[in-house]
């Protein structure tokens, strides 16, 4: 079969070489391979399916919209049902706008903000990997060929809350008035309320817009994103990911007074528009998959490791995302691998961190012999107990495999175990 990756993230180089190229199937969180082998998977769609594959409410309620017709000349009733949700749900969110994904919501926020405080600069946190494929973020990468030049944007510290080494309130002091917005990915960085009401302090005290990029948090951390957990309330915020379990649909949210610049008779900001932007299938998705997280609840516990009660969605989600967090903690201290690997992040959205990607790869490739496929960590609902204890025993092994791993040259062992093949980052220059 020919290979193609429509994705960076999915391509050869973010995997150890014994993962799979192709699957085929997929179920709950289990996904089989093109060549007949079976995988636990944690990586569920580039995070996007919360549910769990082919969830059988989400895909009904789709397979139902396909029926009555997918495209209309004008609008359907499932835009104005979602928009009614989301503005019950998200706290900043007076004012909805579709897409089908992340790039393009959050590249509208970034317009939107520019076009309201009549400034250009944005401040993206360094250390928040991913924004979008428009050319205001890739500009700044290594991969910016092709980009007539930007100066756009500025790099901040969100850990040092800096900017180019210098106290970001310093810098907004004096060159605030060229910054239109402060950018933040909640679900990359170890948030807190503090940092959260800092920004928007600085925000309002400076002119600036806040835009929270929710596109992986939102949906997770709880049904109202980071912005309701904390109550710092963004003036834009960007959903798309788990917002459809999988289907293409994103959303850009926000104060009304700014959304109305996207109006032709307010503003002249050419906001979010496209052919299938109102095609029915990612929002009757979304209106699936948001109605069972309101409703999803549960009496089973999470395994025997758990107190069994009655559990939400979210309460599940974090619960399997904690003992993850918990244990592999555990398997690291065990290993003496704690300057190499460091895991954190929200429960919902375990984060693991390694230094060297040929550590990485190595325990990629542990995990892949051992049948789970686990990129990055995306608990689901449909991660239960038996699935998430071999995941456990599966991280243990691939710690102990890592430790050994160290004992000699990492190179030698890469070649001799690992086929010589090591994962590399997705921005660089070749
Ligand atoms: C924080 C964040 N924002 C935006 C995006 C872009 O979303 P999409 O891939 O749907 O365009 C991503 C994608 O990974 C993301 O992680």
Redesign the pocket.
């Known amino acids: 079969m020919n290979k193609h990756y429509a994705?960076y993230?999915r391509s050869n180089d973010c995997f150890s070489s014994n993962c799979p190229d192709v699957f085929t199937r997929a179920s709950g969180c289990h996904v089989t391979a093109d060549d007949g082998r079976e995988f636990i998977d944690f990586g569920m769609a580039?995070?996007?399916v919360i549910l769990g594959y082919c969830y059988p409410k989400v895909d009904d309620a789709v397979k139902k919209a396909i029926d009555k017709g997918i495209s209309f000349t004008r609008s359907n009733p499932y835009e104005g049902e979602l928009k009614e949700l989301l503005k019950a749900i998200i706290p900043c969110c007076e004012e909805v706008k579709f897409g089908?994904?992340?790039?393009?919501?959050?590249s509208a926020a970034v317009k939107l903000a520019r076009a309201y405080t009549g400034k250009d600069i944005v401040l993206i946190p360094e250390e928040?990997?991913?924004?979008?494929?428009w050319d205001w973020f890739i500009a700044d990468t290594p991969v910016s060929d092709g980009i007539p030049w930007d100066d756009s944007t500025r790099k901040y510290s969100y850990n040092k809350m800096t900017c180019c080494g210098v106290d970001l309130e310093k810098i907004l002091k004096e060159e605030s008035h060229n910054i239109a917005a402060i950018i933040l990915?909640p679900?990359?960085v170890d948030i807190t309320k503090e940092k959260l009401q800092y920004i928007r302090g600085l925000c309002d005290k400076y002119g600036m817009v806040m835009i929270l990029?929710?596109?992986?948090?939102g949906f997770r951390y709880s049904l109202n994103g980071v912005q309701g957990l904390y109550g710092v309330v963004p003036d834009l915020c960007?959903l798309?990911?788990a917002m459809g379990n999988g289907y293409?649909i994103?959303a850009l949210c926000g104060r009304k007074e700014l959304f109305d610049l996207g109006l032709r008779d307010k503003g002249n900001v050419f906001l979010l528009s496209g052919t299938y932007f109102s095609e029915t299938t990612g929002l009757a998705a979304s209106i699936a998959t948001i109605k069972e997280l309101m409703e999803w609840h549960s009496f089973a516990s999470v395994g025997d490791r758990m107190k069994p009660s009655l559990i939400t969605a979210h309460d599940k989600l974090k619960a399997t995302g904690g003992a993850i967090i918990a244990f592999t903690r555990e398997y690291i201290k065990k290993n003496g691998l704690e300057e190499h690997v460091s895991i954190g992040g929200f429960p919902a959205c375990p984060m693991m961190k390694w230094k060297d990607l040929r550590l990485k790869t190595i325990f990629d490739w542990k995990m892949i012999e051992n049948g789970i496929l686990m990129p990055y960590i995306a608990p689901s609902l449909s991660h239960d107990a038996n699935e998430t204890y071999k995941t456990l025993d599966t991280i243990d092994d691939a710690m102990s495999f890592v430790k050994y791993a160290l004992t000699g040259d990492l190179d030698k062992f890469i070649d001799a175990n690992c086929r010589g093949h090591v994962e590399r980052p997705i921005f660089r220059r070749c």
Do not use: Y
Not at 128 to 133: A, E, I, K, N, R
Not at 213 to 217: A, L, P, T, W
């Open positions: 994705t993230s580039l995070r996007s089908k994904n992340g790039s393009d919501a959050t928040c990997p991913f924004f979008s494929t990915d679900a990359t990029d929710e596109v992986i948090s960007t798309g990911k293409s994103s």
